[in-house]
């Protein structure tokens, strides 16, 4: 590829959970053993979406063609999601696993804490050279040491020139239980697609842009429950209340009191939920959103019927995200907005 052509996006994913996995139920009875799958959730379909919109045509209107999935991340062993990545075609993506009670027992790590391993995780993302991290089911809150940490330190020069793509043969080891470590994951050669106003130089030390997915509407529901939450306070409105991070309103509610950030449906029930992909910043679920997509509630659906209608929308919302960011990224908008005061976006001093 000529360096005058723009390299792709480099995109790090975060997964948590497990999925769809083989194991041998022994039956009792006859003593045999019978292979069967167990859907548990979190099964990394967020981040198959993403690296599905990576092959569609650019004419598609969720082509991430100019984007490249160049590592995975995960907080469990069993995710599913780095089989995902791994197994991925036509271009297999470096996926490690990184727990944190296996770091601490690494030697060294003995009595180091929480904050530490965010530093670690950190380091390992930035060494891959991201212009865009992606918390697709990341279920972990992530402190102000990990986003501190997590900036650029390399020349824009350098960030599509690490190791070539993987063979197959030399891929990390499938086996859920690998730590599989990852060095810089795939390579995108070409010219910085950075605009001419956005140097290297100026480029150096600033916060990689990360974003995560939130299945509810901003200022609703933060946490890791916001779907059943938002069944619960449809269904059970006298009972349901909400905590937001934020002091901004929300359309659905009937009542919010600003002073305290917390709302409570009183006699009204809300009629919609939906997703958010957000900025991170140290406040739980609470940046700025960059795409907002409302879901209607059903009256006689079950939780398990409203889990499955987010989860499609969280696959289109994910994709619109990314292509967003990457869209500001290309303009050298991104970093001209950062954070929340008040449910709003506040300029960068």
Same mark, same amino acid.
């Given at each position: 590829?000529?360096?005058?052509?723009?390299?792709?996006?480099?995109?790090?994913?975060?997964?948590?959970?497990?999925?769809?996995?083989?194991?041998?139920?022994?039956?009792?009875?006859?003593?045999?053993?019978?292979?069967? #799958?167990?859907?548990?959730? %979190?099964?990394?379909?967020?981040?198959?979406?993403?690296?599905?919109?990576?092959?569609?045509?650019?004419?598609?209107?969720?082509?991430?063609?100019? %984007?490249?999935?160049?590592?995975?991340?995960?907080? $469990?062993?069993?995710?599913?999601?780095?089989?995902? @990545? $791994?197994?991925?075609?036509?271009?297999?993506?470096?996926?490690?696993?990184?727990?944190?009670?296996?770091?601490?027992?690494?030697?060294?790590?003995?009595?180091? &804490?929480?904050?530490?391993?965010? $530093?670690?995780?950190?380091?390992?993302?930035?060494?891959? *050279?991201?212009?865009?991290?992606?918390?697709? &089911?990341?279920?972990?809150?992530?402190?102000?040491?990990?986003?501190?940490?997590?900036?650029?330190?390399?020349?824009?020069?350098?960030?599509?020139?690490?190791?070539?793509?993987?063979?197959?043969?030399?891929? /990390?080891?499938?086996?859920?239980?690998?730590?599989?470590?990852?060095?810089?994951?795939?390579?995108? /050669? =070409?010219?910085?697609?950075?605009?001419?106003?956005?140097?290297?130089?100026?480029?150096?030390?600033?916060?990689?842009?990360?974003?995560?997915?939130?299945?509810?509407?901003?200022?609703?529901?933060? &946490?890791?429950?916001?779907?059943?939450? @938002?069944?619960?306070?449809?269904?059970?409105?006298?009972?349901?209340?909400?905590? #937001? #991070?934020?002091?901004?309103?929300?359309?659905?509610?009937?009542?919010?009191?600003? #002073?305290?950030?917390?709302? +409570?449906?009183?006699?009204?029930?809300?009629?919609?939920?939906?997703?958010?992909?957000?900025?991170?910043?140290?406040?739980?679920?609470?940046?700025?959103? !960059?795409?907002? *997509? +409302?879901?209607?509630?059903?009256?006689?659906?079950?939780?398990?019927?409203?889990?499955? $209608?987010?989860?499609?929308?969280?696959?289109?919302?994910?994709?619109? @995200?990314?292509?967003?960011?990457?869209?500001?990224?290309? +303009?050298?908008?991104?970093?001209?907005?950062? =954070?929340? +005061?008040?449910?709003? !976006?506040?300029?960068?001093?």
């Amino acid at each position: 590829m000529s360096q005058t052509t723009p390299r792709k996006w480099r995109i790090t994913v975060l997964i948590s959970g497990s999925g769809k996995l083989p194991f041998l139920l022994l039956d009792s009875l006859t003593l045999t053993h019978r292979s069967h #799958s167990l859907e548990i959730p %979190c099964t990394g379909s967020n981040l198959q979406a993403i690296l599905d919109a990576t092959q569609l045509p650019a004419s598609d209107p969720l082509s991430l063609a100019h %984007c490249t999935v160049t590592s995975v991340f995960s907080s $469990r062993t069993d995710a599913f999601g780095l089989t995902r @990545a $791994r197994t991925f075609a036509p271009s297999p993506t470096p996926a490690e696993s990184f727990p944190l009670l296996r770091w601490r027992k690494q030697p060294g790590n003995e009595g180091k &804490g929480r904050a530490e391993w965010e $530093r670690e995780l950190a380091r390992k993302i930035r060494d891959t *050279k991201p212009d865009l991290v992606v918390l697709a &089911g990341w279920m972990l809150i992530l402190g102000e040491g990990f986003l501190d940490e997590l900036r650029r330190d390399w020349d824009e020069e350098a960030a599509g020139v690490s190791s070539p793509p993987p063979s197959p043969s030399a891929l /990390p080891s499938l086996d859920p239980n690998s730590p599989s470590p990852i060095s810089h994951g795939l390579t995108t /050669p =070409g010219a910085s697609p950075y605009p001419s106003s956005l140097p290297s130089a100026s480029l150096r030390n600033r916060p990689i842009p990360i974003i995560n997915l939130h299945p509810a509407l901003p200022g609703q529901f933060p &946490g890791a429950h916001a779907i059943k939450d @938002a069944w619960d306070a449809f269904n059970t409105p006298s009972s349901s209340t909400f905590t #937001s #991070s934020t002091s901004s309103s929300s359309a659905t509610l009937e009542t919010l009191d600003p #002073s305290t950030n917390e709302g +409570e449906v009183g006699g009204r029930r809300i009629t919609k939920t939906g997703i958010m992909i957000h900025r991170v910043i140290p406040l739980l679920d609470a940046g700025a959103p !960059v795409i907002v *997509k +409302e879901v209607p509630l059903v009256e006689g659906e079950s939780l398990e019927g409203l889990e499955e $209608r987010i989860h499609q929308v969280e696959h289109v919302g994910i994709v619109e @995200a990314v292509k967003e960011v990457t869209r500001l990224l290309g +303009e050298g908008s991104w970093w001209d907005e950062e =954070g929340v +005061e008040g449910g709003k !976006v506040v300029p960068k001093a």
